[in-house]
């Protein structure tokens, strides 16, 4: 055997590996609801978890199966369009605000769905593994799954948040958090510098190409605020002024009549904070999480400073090894920053940042259906980096750029100052 096709078996064996571990976790995320849960829709924004198991599952049966596998026959015909999220060359799909409409098929018919996907995916890579372009759809396949997986905690976070028996997800088990360091300013030259994804591994099309910025001096704080923080901007009337709102903020603010971050709650002792754990007292050197793009812009402008641009924080982040934690801990929540320089750039929370999510120069989005995974989203939405406490950690790099409208708030997302120097 050549070295080539040594390490084509490597690769492949890799990759087997990995298919079974990241499919078999998506299930074990399910494993604390039930098929109640898993079939409601909480709003239009989130979908519930069975269609996640299912459309996961979809991804590979439609974009791998389909193309590659001999004599190929759909599992059930009808869930190409069921299934379907936003893939306009697929052809139809079943509306997104519905989706928790879908009571058949039942969640063991998914479950069921979902098995029998991985034993034909399995049999798949053992005949035709070998194939580079098969084992890097499967590779998307996989970073899809992963990012559905982080959607199905927010989007069951949500679900739970709005029954008033206020309902845990799991035990979150008791955590010695570290205090955290005071806020720091740390500063950058900038000039001339890279962003973009570097070649090594894995990244999905919009880190791509890298390419050259130019930053003016610039400085960023060394850990991201936290809910102590946010809390004297909601006490001392952040939610009331609209002079710290930009215009769509203040109208998205009075509209909704929001006078606080979507899970808080004013209890007999102090802010109460709905986790995924329950609801529990607000903690007050975790960082502020669950913000939208306005929340985190209006607070910024109380603290006398601004959102960074994700070429700053991409820039920063090649400067910082300490990170947050992320869905493999378990904790799913954020933990207080501690240790020197700039920390939790990656893990903790998705950090906005004031750059609206667009093509880089250069940018050219994959062929045929797979093309439509992120170009066309790239109007109205900004750029969050660094990923959350609800992201595996083989899913995330400093190049990552996730996106969401600037009204979303059920994300992990909270916020890192910047300012000139
Ligand atoms: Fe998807």
Not at 73 to 101: C, I, T, W
Not at 262 to 267: D, M, N, V
Not at 286 to 300: M, R
Not at 367 to 395: D, W
Request: charged share 20%; with cysteine; proline share 7%.
């Amino acid at each position: 055997m050549s070295a080539r096709d040594a390490g084509a078996v490597r690769a492949r064996h890799a990759l087997a590996r990995r298919f079974c571990a990241v499919r078999e976790r998506s299930v074990g995320l399910a494993a604390p609801l039930s098929a109640e849960d898993c079939c409601v829709q909480s709003m239009p924004d989130a979908s519930p978890a069975k269609w996640h198991l299912a459309h996961t599952s979809w991804f590979f049966d439609v974009f791998v199966l389909e193309p590659f596998e001999p004599d190929f026959k759909p599992f059930r015909p009808e869930f190409r369009v069921l299934f379907n999220s936003y893939y306009n060359a697929v052809g139809d799909k079943h509306p997104r605000p519905q989706r928790g409409l879908l009571t058949r098929p039942s969640l063991a018919e998914v479950l069921d769905y979902r098995a029998h996907i991985d034993a034909r995916m399995r049999t798949l890579l053992a005949a035709q593994g070998g194939d580079e372009e098969l084992r890097e759809l499967i590779e998307l396949g996989l970073q899809h799954e992963q990012q559905h997986q982080e959607l199905l905690l927010t989007d069951i976070k949500h679900l739970l948040s709005m029954n008033p028996l206020r309902p845990a997800y799991h035990a979150p088990g008791e955590h010695a958090d570290a205090k955290p360091d005071p806020l720091e300013w740390v500063g950058f030259a900038g000039g001339v510098i890279e962003i973009g994804h570097d070649g090594a591994g894995f990244c999905f099309d919009n880190e791509l190409p890298r390419h050259r910025v130019y930053l003016q001096p610039y400085e960023l704080t060394s850990r991201p605020v936290t809910s102590g923080e946010y809390a004297q901007f909601v006490d001392q009337g952040g939610y009331a002024s609209p002079e710290l709102w930009l215009s769509e903020g203040w109208e998205w603010v009075r509209s909704n009549a929001l006078r606080h971050p979507i899970y808080w709650h004013r209890g007999d002792s102090g802010w109460e904070e709905f986790t995924l754990g329950g609801l529990q007292a607000l903690a007050p050197e975790q960082p502020a999480v669950h913000l939208s793009y306005f929340e985190a812009d209006a607070y910024a402008r109380w603290a006398g400073a601004r959102l960074p641009t994700e070429a700053e924080w991409e820039h920063a982040s090649q400067h910082s090894a300490v990170e947050g934690q992320f869905a493999d801990h378990g904790r799913l929540h954020p933990a207080p920053a501690a240790g020197p320089g700039l920390r939790q750039m990656l893990g903790g929370v998705w950090e906005w940042t004031q750059s609206s999510y667009a093509p880089y120069p250069g940018f050219r989005p994959a062929a045929g259906a797979i093309g439509e995974y992120n170009g066309k989203f790239m109007v109205n939405q900004y750029v969050l980096r660094g990923g959350s406490c609800a992201t595996p950690r083989n899913h995330i790099r400093a190049s990552y750029r996730n996106f969401f409208p600037a009204a979303a708030r059920w994300q992990f997302s909270g916020l890192r100052l910047a300012r000139d120097s």
